[in-house]
Every structure is written in C-alpha cells, then in structure tokens.
C-alpha cells in the first residue's frame, strides 16, 4: 500500500539536544512538506521541498533543519535553537508543491520536552 | 493575506443535528478548497474539495458552499453522527502556492 510513514510515533527530548524526526513515502510524490500542529493554531508550514537536494523554508523555519537527499526521503531535525519544541509534527507529501492537490499526510510524530 | 480564518475553534452538535464550520479567505488568486478531517493521534485526511467555478459540492453527508463575492466557505455536516467527532480543517490554495490552512475546530457529537 502507498503511503508516508513517519517515525517514531513518540519522541522524548531532553533541553539542548537535536532530534531527528523520520518521514517516508512510496507514493513517488515530488514534494514533501513538514508542519507543526499546536492547539488552536492549525498546521503550520515549516519546511518543503519540491525535487531531491532543494528545499525552501516555510513560515516557521527557525530552529529547524531538513535534507532531502533522496525522493522518498524528507528528514526534519529539530535542533536546540528551537525554543518550544513539544508539537505534534505532521509530513505531507504531494504531486507538485504548488496547486494544494493531493496531500497526503503520515501519523504524525508527538515530540514532547523532558 | 495568505490566512484563512476558521470558526467555531470548538462545536457541540447533538446526534442527528446540523455542523457548519465556517472559513474566509482574503486572497482572491486562491481557486481551490479543500477540507480536512483529522482523528486524534492520526494525519489529516481529505474529506471534500471545492474550486469558485461553482457554488456548493455536496458528497453524502458532507455540503462545501461557497460564496466567492463574500470570499467564505463553509462545510456543513448533514446528520451527525458521534464517529463525526474529529478535527476539521478548511484550507485553501492558487496555482503558485501551497496549502494554507485554518486554524482547525474541534468537533464533538453527542450521541
């Protein structure tokens, strides 16, 4: 079955650390995006990329990192710059990055500080 | 000019009533639509879609209308039933950008 698989489900970080969320998908999308979901704020763009090796930063990018180096691949490390980690962090991914069709999300991962 | 605005943040219907969920746009280059349902712990899911060609698009239970002078849509649960309870999100797209959503509310039926 196609799909986007994001892992782990749950993630703990401790202050200061980096931690590098997972996000896979075979349904041979070009593009693939990175949210955030707090409580009554939406889903918020944080990053997205459009071909292999090219990303662009979206409205929250601060504090976080991507790569992109294959298709079926979209990383998000959450580094300790980013000052109020703990959310819920959806990945997308989408025929074209442009036009809003056909997203399709993972699970999400839960990233709570401790 | 990018935002769409959703509202209620949270809704109470009993079994059987009516859900309306409102969201408004300012971007006029925004031609597509779509409405998200996303259960807890779980991805948003496509629920319906609608583009300003036409002015409601109804699947099931599930009514998008749009009014494009006023620049609001509106989703409307017919019948409601409590496996309805979820997250709906409104969100909205042109041809030159992503998604942009709303901010989300939060739906629960009564049974």
């Known amino acids: 079955d196609g799909g986007i698989t994001q892992s782990p489900k749950y993630l703990f970080r401790k202050e200061g650390q980096n931690v590098t969320l997972s996000c896979e998908q075979n349904?041979?999308?070009?593009?693939m995006y990175w949210y955030r979901q707090d409580p009554g704020q939406g889903l918020r763009l944080i990053y997205y990329?459009?071909?292999?090796?090219?990303?662009q930063k979206g409205d929250i990018a601060e504090g976080y990192s991507v790569s992109r180096e294959k298709k079926e691949s979209f990383p998000l490390t959450v580094t300790s710059a980013q000052k109020n980690p703990t959310a819920f962090y959806l990945c997308?991914?989408?025929?074209?990055?442009?036009?809003?069709?056909?997203?399709?999300f993972g699970s999400g991962t839960r990233l709570t500080v401790v | 000019q990018q935002q769409v605005k959703q509202s209620p943040q949270s809704l109470i219907v009993q079994k059987g009533g009516i859900s309306i969920i409102n969201c408004a746009y300012e971007?006029?280059?925004?031609?597509?639509f779509p409405w998200y349902q996303q259960f807890p712990g779980k991805g948003p899911a496509l629920l319906i879609a609608?583009?300003?060609?036409?002015s409601e698009k109804k699947e099931g239970r599930f009514t998008i209308s749009f009014n494009k002078s006023a620049k609001q849509f509106s989703l409307h649960i017919m019948d409601s039933q409590p496996g309805d309870s979820a997250t709906y999100f409104c969100?909205?797209?042109?041809?030159?950008?992503?998604?942009?959503f709303g901010s989300g509310t939060q739906l629960t039926v009564l049974p």
């Open positions: 997308a991914s989408s025929i074209a990055a442009t036009g809003g069709y056909g997203y399709t």
């Open positions: 349904l041979n999308h070009d593009a």
């Open positions: 990329s459009q071909i292999v090796n090219d990303f």
């Open positions: 971007n006029t280059a925004f031609d597509y």
């Open positions: 609608i583009r300003p060609d036409v």
């Open positions: 969100a909205a797209s042109s041809s030159a950008r992503q998604l942009t």
